[in-house]
């Protein structure tokens, strides 16, 4: 819950909003750092989860890397403090421009996903005269029981290389002479909560790195990319990830070779409840066999329920009448925007504030100008 103290501060400012609780995103990065340091992974912050300018400097100087997937992400962690030396730029489809860029600040690696895309990187490396640092992004074929919008590590997925690609990439590689290979990729899927996941993961991952040293190739990084997923219905409860159960199983499964690096690249986990987008009730309307609560702000602030059907605890901020059930809907004209049907909140009423939890991965940045509606503006905790 939203703290008392907090609600009449921010109950002025105009709505709909993102709000950031520093408190929690300063404690989750610091548990995350806690975990991870016992074992000396890396993490790389995914960008695309947030980019807010103010959370990127926090995370940048907790010592994180970042794992970009465009150009603008690669320019905007460079900008935010994260140093080239740790920024990975992966992506099924980057462009020559993007790529160059890339290659320009020397980066740490760029994660590639064909044989066409090692040509392409072996050929603008030699223009540009310096030697390129991959990685394979591998599809090791682990089901990540999430929703399959945001499953990433199955044979019938875009992303990556296939085992049976594996002689043709390597034959490749020998005969390219300014990429040097320096990790395996592995990304499987997003909000992941189930743990024995990561365990089918790491076997997998053990069993393909295996295979690449017996060809002779001992790379410097492992990467099992992101994916641990956070408690959307107990955002309070819960607003910190079990990373140490996390980093435990890697801990106990995974089979690192010589000097090879353990690489993480979460998003979710870091920022998801550090934020909540504040709304207010336009109108509360009844209907056949239910009560709409329609709300300021829409499927374009955050689209992740219409897009994945995905629930996120909403909680009316303001009243504290007989609880009621409601349909929390938006203005935009689709049917799909709508945040939560049948929510349990106290009676409401125009003006009410409603906060619709754990939004702060994948709210902000996936926002659009949808109906020409404006962009939510977000608020710090630390600064009102
Ligand atoms: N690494 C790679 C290569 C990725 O593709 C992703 C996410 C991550 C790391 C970070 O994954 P995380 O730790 O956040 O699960 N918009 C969707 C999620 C899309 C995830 C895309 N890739 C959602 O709102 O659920």
């Not at 990127?56 to 080239?84: M, P, W, Y």
């Not at 709508?338 to 906060?355: H, N, Q, S, W, Y």
Request: some cysteine; charged content about 20%.
């Amino acid at each position: 819950m939203i703290k008392t103290d907090i609600i009449e501060k921010i109950r002025q400012i105009h709505t709909p909003f993102y709000y950031y609780n520093m408190e929690v995103l300063n404690a989750t990065i610091g548990r995350c750092t806690l975990e991870a340091g016992r074992y000396g992974y890396r993490m790389h912050y995914a960008l695309k989860a947030n980019s807010n300018p103010k959370i990127l400097k926090i995370i940048s100087s907790a010592g994180f890397g970042a794992d970009c997937v465009s150009g603008n992400e690669v320019k905007s962690a460079l900008e935010h403090g994260f140093q080239a030396g740790k920024i990975m730029f992966a992506g099924v489809g980057k462009t020559d421009d993007e790529l160059r860029l890339a290659l320009n600040h020397g980066i740490q690696s760029i994660n590639v996903e064909s044989v066409q895309e090692m040509e392409v990187i072996n050929s603008l490396a030699s223009e540009m005269g310096v030697k390129a640092r991959i990685s394979l992004r591998i599809i090791p074929n682990v089901d990540a029981h999430t929703h399959r919008y945001i499953t990433t590590g199955l044979e019938e997925n875009k992303f990556g290389i296939l085992t049976w690609q594996f002689d043709a990439v390597l034959e490749k590689l020998r005969s390219l002479d300014n990429l040097e290979l320096q990790g395996l990729h592995f990304h499987i899927g997003s909000q992941i909560t189930d743990l024995a996941v990561f365990k089918s993961l790491c076997e997998r991952v053990n069993e393909i790195n295996t295979w690449f040293m017996e060809q002779g190739y001992l790379t410097d990084i492992i990467n099992v990319g992101g994916g641990l997923g956070v408690d959307y219905s107990e955002p309070d409860k819960c607003s910190i990830p079990d990373f140490a159960a996390y980093f435990g199983v890697f801990h106990d499964l995974i089979e690192l070779q010589g000097h090879q690096q353990l690489h993480f690249e979460p998003g979710r986990a870091i920022v998801a409840q550090c934020g909540s987008l504040i709304t207010r009730v336009l109108f509360v309307k009844e209907a056949v066999n239910t009560r709409f609560a329609i709300v300021d702000a829409g499927m374009n602030d955050l689209i992740r329920p219409a897009l994945y059907q995905s629930y996120h605890k909403i909680e009316n901020l303001t009243s504290t009448g007989e609880k009621r059930k409601y349909d929390v809907v938006g203005p935009v004209c689709e049917s799909s925007d709508c945040f939560g049907k049948a929510v349990v909140m106290p009676e409401t009423r125009r003006g009410d504030l409603i906060a619709i939890r754990s939004a702060g991965a994948y709210g902000q940045t996936m926002a659009s100008r949808y109906n020409l509606r404006d962009l939510a503006g977000e608020v710090y905790s630390d600064e009102i």
